[in-house]
């Protein structure tokens, strides 16, 4: 969201789109990057719970495209009464081949990975080769002299990750020796008969966590318990991984520790409060999504199942 909004906030505001709108759309469109895959929270609910992670970003695709066509037609009718201005087609072609590169990433990776070129884990050393031979030879921003501390900088990111990653792996073979999430699913059962009821609580437990903590660390604390839970219902891992993404995605709008709140804040410099206001119909029609997601499972299970 840094990256585009840091270009699209001051181009918006120029083109005199409303305030509130602007950083509303901008905050919104900010979160689809872990529901359309390639996605990090998926990779992360695919280890800590054993699902496969090409179904996960097959099924990351019918979400996706809901929330963006919804957010998009209300984008629509919001600026309905605003002036319009002829498209450009020399000026798209232009952006188009400027863009070109950045456009075949996901294309490489996620048609080498469906067509069985290469795993979803190998696909990140193949987009590191792809962006290394881009950014040297084709933008030749990249020169030989600062690897080191394009390494060095990847090294401390990923080094952050891997102790919470191995914390959290081994807490699920801990919790799976001790029956934890059998006894959890036991206990619900007891007091819980409707898979409806059930979805609805762990609905409003991952939006109040959602507010509170951040993706990974919700997806690392809380999938091995609920997955597990949420299979004994009746549904299923890829559908349930895709609903926990779906809530905690809403939680990068919510405050107090909505990111993209905090990352706006700092980014545009507007008061935290204006942020909350403009982020509330956006919160509301990723809601609705959700909810439409929850009813009818075949939008994220459409390209999972083969129906294509």
Same mark, same amino acid.
């Given at each position: 969201m840094l990256a585009v909004g840091s270009v699209l906030y001051p181009a918006m505001r120029a083109a005199n789109y409303d305030n509130k709108f602007t950083l509303g759309a901008i905050m919104s469109g900010g979160t689809l990057g872990i529901i359309i895959p390639p996605s990090i929270p998926m990779i992360i609910y695919g280890l800590v719970t054993e699902t496969s992670i090409v179904d996960l970003f097959a099924a990351g695709f019918g979400p996706g495209?809901?929330?963006?066509?919804?957010?998009?037609?209300?984008?629509?009718?919001?600026?309905?009464?605003?002036?319009?201005e002829r498209l450009d087609g &020399?000026?798209?072609? !232009?952006?188009?081949?400027?863009?070109?590169?950045?456009?075949?990433? #996901?294309?490489?990776?996620l048609g080498g990975i469906y067509s069985g070129w290469f795993t979803a884990t190998e696909a990140a050393a193949v987009a590191l080769a792809y962006a290394m031979v881009v950014e040297v030879f084709v933008h030749?921003?990249?020169?030989?002299?600062?690897?080191?501390?394009?390494v060095l900088d990847a090294s401390k990111l990923g080094g952050s990750l891997f102790p919470v990653l191995a914390v959290a792996l081994s807490l699920n073979i801990i919790?799976?020796?001790? &029956?934890?999430?059998? !006894?959890?699913?036991?206990?619900?059962q007891s007091y819980i008969d409707? #898979?409806?009821?059930?979805?609805?609580l762990v609905n409003v437990l991952l939006l109040i966590v959602g507010c509170l903590m951040t993706t990974g660390e919700a997806i690392l604390v809380l999938a091995p318990l609920l997955a597990p839970v949420a299979?004994?219902?009746g549904y299923d891992k890829v559908v349930f991984g895709l609903i926990m993404i779906l809530n905690l995605e809403i939680g990068y709008l919510t405050p107090p520790v909505g990111l993209n709140l905090i990352v706006a804040m700092g980014a545009f410099?507007?008061?935290?409060?204006?942020?909350?206001r403009a982020a509330v119909p956006f919160i509301v029609l990723m809601l609705l999504c959700l909810m439409l997601v929850i009813w009818q499972p075949w939008i994220a299970m459409y390209l999972v199942d083969g129906k294509f």
């Open positions: 495209i809901l929330l963006t066509i919804v957010l998009s037609a209300y984008a629509v009718w919001v600026n309905r009464r605003r002036p319009t &020399r000026e798209l072609r !232009d952006s188009f081949r400027r863009g070109i590169w950045a456009f075949l990433m #996901p294309v490489i990776l030749k921003e990249l020169r030989l002299r600062d690897f080191y501390n394009v919790l799976i020796e001790h &029956r934890v999430p059998q !006894d959890m699913v036991s206990f619900m409707s #898979p409806l009821m059930f979805m609805l299979a004994a219902y410099k507007q008061p935290f409060g204006l942020l909350c």
